[in-house]
């Protein structure tokens, strides 16, 4: 299995690969599944890149947001 610094290697070349005009690329996830991107999904594909940058710097996704007003009870 690829390394999370490769997986985003691969993630930023298909990205690349997309927005400099190729019509679909294809990439490993981590459960080694391959997947297709396409123009139409390249915001999934940037979303997947965040996520792996995410998890390499050992940040966790919220999982609770509090808001805090001046209004209200």
Known sequence: ????????AEAEA???ALQTGKAVVEVQDSN??????????A?????????????????ARPTTILFRTSKGI
Do not use: D, F
């Open 14 to 16: 298909a990205y690349h």
């Open 43 to 59: 915001g999934r594909l940037a979303a997947y890149i965040a996520e792996l940058k995410r998890r390499i710097a050992g940040a």
């Open 32 to 41: 080694g599944e391959r997947v297709r991107y396409s123009q139409a999904n």
């Open 1 to 8: 299995m690829a390394t999370l610094a490769e997986q985003i």
